[in-house]
T-cell receptor, first 115, second 110 residues
Framework: DTGVSQNPRHKITKRGQNVTFRCDPISEHNRLYWYRQTLGQGPEFLTYFQNEAQLEKSRLLSDRFSAERPKGSFSTLEIQRTEQGDSAMYLC?????????????FGPGTRLTVL | DAKTTQPPSMDCAEGRAANLPCNHSTISGNEYVYWYRQIHSQGPQYIIHGLKNNETNEMASLIITEDRKSSTLILPHATLRDTAVYYCIVLDNYGQNFVFGPGTRLSVLP
């Protein structure tokens, strides 16, 4: 257990529905990242926050995706109008970016299945 | 694209050392080498990282060549629980997001 928690662990939804995932980082960590991982592939970066500011977004993050970290603590990732291609594991990671390196610690992930 | 290349799979006998290679020929002077592993259906787990010097912790050792163009992760006494996909990543100290390649699938055999 890294101290990063994600909820729910599994989500099954029908195409067209909206879903929201939550990530609680390690408490003192100021950076929070979202990644997506499809079967047989390594994780792919989606976006990251430093405190409450969203500083970078991947081109993978379509208009249907939105992420927030309102108070610089937990974060949510929402997918609107889900498509079957959104089925994947969604991973959250956090880091404390005040040291010379930026080691990221990952949560267990939320597995999304879109029917 | 990932800046590293790794063999797609390796086998290792239980109790023996597992040596996982990684090539990062385009690494720049301020980029660190990170290793993570991912056991089936879990999030990636941090193992070790280094810049120039060899590093050792309770999980593994990291050997970086003098020219920094390649590295080797060593699990000194592999167990069945070390069966996982191992990812080698290079990251600028000022970069934020990891770029994962496909990794090496290590199978530890009894």
């Amino acid at each position: 257990d890294t101290g990063v928690s994600q909820n729910p662990r599994h989500k099954i939804t029908k195409r067209g529905q909206n879903v929201t995932f939550r990530c609680d980082p390690i408490s003192e960590h100021n950076r929070l990242y979202w990644y997506r991982q499809t079967l047989g592939q390594g994780p792919e970066f989606l976006t990251y926050f430093q405190n409450e500011a969203q500083l970078e977004k991947s081109r993978l993050l379509s208009d249907r995706f939105s992420a927030e970290r309102p108070k610089g603590s937990f974060s949510t990732l929402e997918i609107q109008r889900t498509e079957q291609g959104d089925s994947a594991m969604y991973l959250c990671a956090s880091s404390l970016a005040v040291t010379s390196t930026d080691t990221q610690y990952f949560g267990p992930g939320t597995r999304l299945t879109v029917l | 694209d990932a800046k590293t290349t790794q063999p797609p799979s390796m086998d290792c006998a239980e109790g023996r050392a597992a040596n996982l290679p990684c090539n990062h020929s385009t690494i720049s002077g301020n980029e660190y080498v990170y290793w993570y592993r991912q056991i089936h259906s879990q999030g990636p787990q941090y193992i070790i990282h280094g810049l120039k010097n060899n590093e050792t912790n309770e999980m593994a050792s990291l050997i970086i060549t003098e020219d920094r163009k390649s590295s080797t992760l060593i699990l000194p006494h592999a167990t069945l629980r070390d069966t996982a996909v191992y990812y080698c990543i290079v990251l600028d100290n000022y970069g934020q997001n990891f770029v994962f390649g496909p990794g090496t699938r290590l199978s530890v055999l009894p």
